[in-house]
């Protein structure tokens, strides 16, 4: 339907991010669609990142002592984010120790012991 400066709503012709959201859409409940609309900026594996990050967040709100899931789903998030930005071994060090720290920091909190040194 046309607005008042006769344009049609909606992302421009060839544009692909109205697939990427119904793709992911079936798999995600509204607010991490919302949650995932604001993480996607950039096209290529940076929507998964997005993703990965979203159901990770997700995952500990709503289920805190799955800790496989926690950990496949952060190892899958390291693994994106090194093929991203192509890192180094000792720059994928760091990256694992960074995200460790981040779920004790979330975890210890929550008073999740399997995550705690």
């Known amino acids: 339907m046309p607005t008042k400066a ?3 709503r909606g992302a421009p012709r ?23 609309e604001l993480a996607a900026g950039v096209d290529g594996i940076d929507d998964e990142i997005a993703l990965i990050r979203v159901k990770i967040k997700s995952i500990l709100e709503k289920d805190p002592e799955n800790i496989s899931l ?15 930005f192509n890192i180094t071994k000792e720059q994928r060090k760091g990256l ?14 929550l008073g999740i012991a399997a995550i705690q040194k």
């Open 70 to 84: 926690i950990m496949q789903a952060t190892s899958a998030l390291e693994r994106l984010v090194k093929t991203r």
């Open 14 to 36: 060839g544009n692909e991010s109205a697939k990427k959201s119904d793709f992911y859409s079936k798999v995600l409940d509204e607010a991490e669609r919302l949650d995932f």
């Open 96 to 109: 694992k120790e960074a995200i460790g720290n981040v779920l004790r920091d979330i975890a210890v909190p």
């Open 6 to 8: 006769g344009r049609k």
